[in-house]
């Protein structure tokens, strides 16, 4: 049996400044930028808007490497399940807690100098959910991993990284605006196209 294991929450102060991060990067691309004053829409943190074009955004900070997104709905499948973790389960919950044009905002402080800015990705959480599915069939991890190890059937041991084209920037943004795709595939794990940013060149020998 596989042990979902979670990742460490951020703290507070890297939360935040996540958050300030990610609003002034949508700034510089020229977003008129809305912070709440309050957290009673827990689903999203910032509202960007230009050229009549709405984005609401959920800001998720990390300095591990890995994004635990679904830790609360894996404590709930447990109470429910008589204590048996539930990966698919909690991230299908995870993923169905957005709203409507909702993205989510991937800031990754891990190995990021204090002159740099950290690694910033951007998904709908669909995508998120279809990419946590499979590492947590790989490796047993409930987690969204920025990189990480796993073997093929075959016996390879290769690596696998987030989506170059998830990075933030112009083009992801605007692939982002449009209508989300109505018959994406949420749920079945069966039918989730071959993840194309495995790197066979850098597959690692016993």
Known sequence: MAIFVTSKSPSWPISVGAEGIAAAQFARCGFDVLVQAGRDKPWYDLVVTRDGSLLKVSVKASETGQWGLAE???RRTAEVGGNRLDCRNAVDMWADSYGSRTICCLVQFQGAAIHQLPRIYLAYPSEIALRMRVCAERTGHCALIEEYEWTSPDGD???EVLPVTWLFSEKRIQELSAPQPVSWPVRSVASVP????IRPDVALTA
């Open 194 to 197: 071959a993840v194309p940013e």
């Open 157 to 159: 041991r290769q690596i």
């Open 72 to 74: 609360s709905y894996i």
